[in-house]
C-alpha cells in the first residue's frame, strides 16, 4: 500500500532533549516537506526536499534541522526542543516537484509536546 | 499565492452531491486552483487540481469559471466519511517549495 509513515505518533518530552520524527515513504518519491499544524496559524512548511542531498527551509525552520540522504526517508531533528515546538508535524512527500504537477502525500501526523 | 475565501461550515445530505464553493478573485494566470481535506487531526488529503478546465477524479470534480475568480468543488455522492474540513488553496507555479497553506476552510458535515 502506497503511504507515507511517521514515528512516534505521540511524543511528551521534556526541554532540551534532542528528538528526531522520522519520516518514509514507499512511493519513490523526490519531492518530500515537513509540516507543523497549529491552532489558528493553519499549516505552516518547516523544511523541504526536492532530491536525496537537496534540502531547503521553509517558512519556519528555527529550532529544526533535516536530511535526506536517502529517497524514501526524511527525519526530522530538534537539537533542543522548546515548548513553543509542541504541535502537530506532519510530512508529505510527491512525485510531482513544481505545483500543478504535485499532489502531496501526507502522513497520519505527529502529536509532540514539549514540557 | 491568491487569497481564497470559503464558507465556514456546509451541511450535506447522505448520497446527495455536496457543492463546496470557493472565491478566488485575485487569482493571477500562472496559479492553480488545488483543493485538500482534512478530518480531524488526520493528515491532510489531496482531492484534485486545475488550472483553467474542469476537472474530474475518482473522488470529486473541479468547475472553474471562465474569468477563474472561483471554483466550486462537487463531491456527487457524499458519505459520512466525506465529513471533514475542505481546504481551497490557490498556489503559484513560482511557489519555490512547493508550500501549502491553508486557511480557514469550509468545515462540511455530512449527516445521516
Known amino acids: 500500500e502506497a503511504q507515507v509513515t511517521q514515528n512516534p505518533r505521540y511524543l511528551i518530552t521534556v526541554t532540551g532533549k534532542k528528538l528526531t520524527v522520522t519520516c518514509s515513504q514507499n512511493?519513490?518519491?523526490?519531492?518530500m516537506s515537513w509540516y507543523r499544524q497549529d491552532p489558528g496559524l493553519g499549516l505552516r512548511q518547516i523544511y523541504y526536499?526536492?532530491?536525496?542531498?537537496?534540502?531547503d527551509k521553509g517558512d519556519v525552520p528555527e529550532g529544526y534541522k533535516v536530511s535526506r540522504k536517502e529517497k524514501r526517508n526524511f527525519p526530522l531533528i530538534l537539537e533542543s526542543p522548546s515548548p513553543n515546538q509542541t504541535s502537530l508535524y506532519f510530512c508529505?512527500?510527491?512525485?510531482?516537484?513544481?505545483?500543478?504537477?504535485?499532489?502531496?502525500?501526507f502522513g497520519p501526523g505527529t502529536r509532540l509536546t514539549v514540557l | 499565492d491568491a487569497k481564497t475565501t470559503q464558507p465556514t461550515s456546509m451541511d450535506c445530505a447522505e448520497g446527495r452531491a455536496a457543492n463546496l464553493p470557493c472565491n478566488h478573485s485575485?487569482?493571477?494566470?500562472?496559479?492553480?486552483v488545488y483543493w485538500y481535506r482534512q478530518i480531524h487531526s488526520q493528515g491532510p488529503q489531496y482531492i484534485i487540481h486545475?488550472?483553467?478546465n474542469n476537472e474530474t477524479n475518482e473522488m470529486a470534480s473541479l468547475i472553474i469559471t471562465e474569468d477563474r475568480k472561483s471554483s466550486t468543488l462537487i463531491l456527487p455522492h457524499a458519505t459520512l466519511r466525506d465529513t471533514a474540513v475542505y481546504y481551497c488553496?490557490?498556489?503559484?507555479?513560482?511557489?519555490?517549495?512547493?508550500?501549502?497553506?491553508f486557511g480557514g476552510g469550509t468545515r462540511l458535515m455530512v449527516k445521516p
Open positions: 488553496i490557490v498556489r503559484s507555479r513560482n511557489n519555490a517549495g512547493n508550500m501549502l497553506t
Open positions: 508529505a512527500s510527491s512525485s510531482g516537484t513544481s505545483v500543478g504537477t504535485d499532489t502531496q502525500y
Open positions: 485575485t487569482i493571477s494566470g500562472n496559479e492553480y
Open positions: 512511493m519513490n518519491h523526490e519531492y
Open positions: 526536499s526536492m532530491n536525496v542531498e537537496v534540502t
Open positions: 486545475g488550472l483553467k
